[in-house]
């Protein structure tokens, strides 16, 4: 993955690498083509001659449906639309279902520089899943100082001060279960408005830094089982030091969001002090985001048990 100015690209070679595509123009040069867009075209309107609107930078998808469309156009008329098409400089034009490439399109993409490419599998299936991993090769990104580790299933991307005892709380997280996603930098894309994703940059992968000690690699440590490569960003724990003048809520009814590249992200800020396990609670604020997940809210309960004792007493004192 590249970035070009304000846009992000991935190379035309990873993603035949992805798709397992085979390679029915192998005299072009694949290395410096580029894809910038994460959406597919079916080029259905173009092969019927109409390029209004056409964004040429889509990868090119051709289906059963555009196959037959061709396999009936006079051979002159076809030929030209396909120069024409091709001349628009496509990323690359796939084939699915294993469609046989004509060798007259071969030569036209030769002359082109566009790469003919095949796929064996359904044209559906194929697009959805192209498009998918595009979104998250070309999603937006950025870099935040912090932990991001998996709990129960939940990401939970721990935030604060250096020192305050963030790779310390991972390290124990790790002990006793979990995985760790990243330690210090955590890179998060955004692949849609309501999902984040983090993961680590290459080389700080697995590796978690604790002062007095120095560099450790958890995989190597704690087995395969305790790493992840990436992780949905579900929870955030901001770390502050404790200020007695200040007020943290203590029921939770009020709920605190931090944003990253404009999505929201449920946050919790935990006042740390000597003696506080940090690991049970993470673990607890995981399970805790579970049940809300799962409609079940503590603090809605307990409030709604006050409420109507309150309720009870003050008809008792009435009577």
């Known amino acids: 993955m590249r970035k070009r100015g304000h846009m992000y690209s991935v190379e035309l070679s990873k993603l035949m690498t992805k798709m397992q595509l085979e390679n029915c123009t192998p005299e072009i040069d694949v290395s410096n083509i580029m894809i910038t867009q994460p959406d597919v075209n079916r080029p259905a309107l173009q092969l019927a001659g109409f ?13 059963n449906v ?18 024409k098409l091709m001349s628009f400089k496509v990323p690359c034009i796939i084939f699915c279902r294993g469609i046989e490439v004509p060798e007259e399109l071969r030569k036209i993409a030769i002359e082109t520089g566009v790469p003919l490419l095949r796929s064996q599998s359904s044209t559906s299936s194929f697009m959805a899943e192209v498009i998918r991993w595009l979104k998250v090769e070309l999603a937006p990104r950025i870099s935040i100082h912090g932990v991001l580790v998996d709990v129960y299933g939940e990401g939970i991307l721990i935030m604060g001060e250096s020192g305050i005892g963030k790779s310390e709380a991972a390290l124990e997280l790790i002990k006793r279960g979990h995985r760790l996603v990243s330690d210090d930098v955590v890179e998060i894309k955004k692949v849609s408005d309501e999902t984040l994703i983090g993961s680590a940059p290459d080389i700080t992968r697995h590796f978690i830094e604790l002062r007095g000690i120095g560099i450790i690699n958890v995989k190597t440590l704690f087995g395969v089982e305790s790493v992840k490569n990436t992780q949905s960003i579900d929870l955030v724990i901001k770390l502050e030091e404790w200020d007695r003048n200040k007020e943290y809520d203590r029921f939770g009814m009020d709920e605190e969001y931090t944003e990253f590249l404009g999505n929201k992200v449920l946050c919790h ?33 307990f409030f709604e048990r006050v409420t109507n004792n309150l309720m009870k007493n003050s008809g008792n004192t009435q009577n």
């Open 51 to 63: 390029f209004d609107y056409f964004d040429a930078e889509r990868v090119q998808i051709i289906g």
């Open 269 to 301: 800020s935990i006042p740390i002090r000597p003696g506080r396990n940090l690991a049970i609670i993470c673990e607890s604020a995981a399970v805790n985001y579970r049940q809300k997940k799962m409609g079940y809210n503590a603090a809605q309960e």
């Open 66 to 83: 555009e196959h037959a469309y061709m396999e009936k156009m006079e051979k002159d008329h076809g030929i030209n639309i396909m120069k």
